[in-house]
């Protein structure tokens, strides 16, 4: 519990109470002293900038060295932002670029298919929905924005989860689990891992009554200027109107939505984007032939 040292009680323009922690002040105060004239800067720079102890300024850049939020020059021992600010910026920046840019290729994918549009993005194991575009007919999915639905359950999820790195997608497995959500839930991680391969090779990826009974989800990843996954985005719909035979068809759709959002993002500016359209004339994924096994 914080004390009253660390803890006082401001009241904003609208009224409403808002609680300002000392410690967490005083970080922000530290990376904000980093300017571009000023890059780098030493323990006594720092305490003499701020008002504050030597001593105090030591234990706060110490912890945010430790968080990679600030980073010492091994031959001047001063400091400078770390490279993780640089990744919370880029995550940012994506995610802003990714709601302006998105819209208009989710209301194409509902033009063009006649199910409900969904974008999502992966975050402490799941895929979060931040956006949807409803298809105009009866029958919708029931999904939320700002829900996080499990990876290993949903075609978003799925495409989100198959082009993390092995360690986190065994973490996922190892810290979440796969809890069964229908009766066709792949709950078995060997038989997962599978799944996910096939994923990354067929291009896209779907909930077949994984997650839902009586729902059929496609989902593919969008790549941003970096060359990996940032978001995925996708189509679903009741398996009346999203049958096995038109998997392959909706598929190809979804994949070009999403490569068309990619290149939006940025990603034909690195060489690790490659077009996932071109990899769907080779592979399959069982229901394309309405082969899997019911």
Same mark, same amino acid.
């Given at each position: 519990?914080?004390?009253?040292?660390?803890?006082?009680?401001?009241?904003?323009?609208?009224?409403?109470?808002?609680?300002?922690?000392?410690?967490?002040?005083?970080?922000?105060?530290?990376?904000?002293?980093?300017?571009?004239?000023?890059?780098?800067?030493?323990?006594?720079?720092?305490?003499?900038?701020?008002?504050?102890?030597?001593?105090?300024?030591?234990?706060?850049?110490?912890?945010?060295?430790?968080?990679?939020?600030?980073?010492?020059?091994?031959?001047?021992?001063?400091?400078?932002?770390?490279?993780?600010?640089?990744?919370?910026?880029?995550?940012?920046?994506?995610?802003?670029?990714?709601?302006?840019?998105?819209?208009?290729?989710?209301?194409?994918?509902?033009?063009?298919?006649?199910?409900?549009?969904?974008?999502?993005?992966?975050?402490?194991?799941?895929?979060?929905?931040?956006?949807?575009?409803?298809?105009?007919?009866?029958?919708?999915?029931?999904?939320?924005?700002?829900?996080?639905?499990?990876?290993?359950?949903?075609?978003?999820?799925?495409?989100?989860?198959?082009?993390?790195?092995?360690?986190?997608?065994?973490? $996922?497995? =190892?810290?979440? #689990?796969?809890?069964?959500?229908?009766? %066709?839930?792949?709950? &078995? /991680?060997?038989?997962? @891992?599978?799944?996910?391969?096939?994923?990354?090779?067929?291009?896209?990826?779907?909930?077949?009554?994984?997650?839902?009974?009586?729902?059929?989800?496609?989902?593919?990843?969008?790549?941003?200027?970096?060359?990996? $996954?940032? =978001?995925?985005? #996708?189509?679903?719909?009741?398996?009346? %109107?999203?049958?096995? &035979? /038109?998997?392959?068809? @909706?598929?190809?759709?979804?994949?070009?939505?999403?490569?068309?959002?990619?290149?939006?993002?940025?990603?034909?500016?690195?060489?690790?984007?490659?077009?996932?359209?071109?990899?769907?004339?080779?592979?399959?994924?069982?229901?394309?032939?309405?082969?899997?096994?019911?």
């Amino acid at each position: 519990m914080a004390t009253a040292a660390q803890t006082t009680n401001s009241v904003g323009e609208n009224g409403a109470g808002r609680y300002r922690i000392q410690a967490i002040e005083r970080a922000v105060a530290i990376l904000n002293a980093f300017t571009p004239d000023e890059p780098e800067m030493g323990v006594s720079d720092l305490a003499q900038r701020l008002s504050l102890h030597k001593s105090t300024v030591h234990r706060f850049v110490v912890n945010l060295e430790a968080a990679g939020l600030l980073e010492r020059n091994r031959t001047t021992s001063r400091y400078r932002l770390g490279l993780r600010i640089f990744e919370l910026g880029s995550q940012v920046l994506a995610q802003m670029n990714l709601w302006e840019e998105a819209p208009p290729f989710l209301e194409g994918l509902v033009r063009d298919t006649g199910e409900t549009g969904h974008l999502a993005i992966f975050d402490g194991g799941e895929a979060i929905y931040i956006e949807k575009v409803e298809a105009r007919r009866a029958l919708r999915i029931p999904s939320a924005i700002g829900r996080g639905y499990p990876a290993h359950a949903t075609s978003l999820g799925k495409a989100l989860l198959a082009h993390q790195s092995p360690h986190i997608i065994e973490a $996922v497995i =190892a810290e979440r #689990g796969l809890a069964r959500c229908a009766s %066709r839930t792949i709950c &078995d /991680r060997e038989q997962l @891992l599978d799944e996910l391969e096939r994923v990354r090779q067929v291009g896209y990826a779907i909930d077949d009554e994984e997650y839902e009974e009586g729902l059929r989800c496609i989902g593919a990843p969008i790549v941003g200027h970096t060359g990996t $996954v940032v =978001a995925a985005i #996708g189509i679903g719909g009741p398996v009346t %109107r999203v049958t096995p &035979d /038109r998997v392959r068809e @909706l598929g190809q759709v979804v994949m070009e939505a999403a490569a068309g959002l990619s290149h939006r993002m940025g990603a034909g500016q690195s060489g690790a984007f490659a077009p996932t359209e071109l990899r769907v004339r080779t592979q399959r994924h069982p229901l394309d032939n309405d082969t899997k096994e019911r």
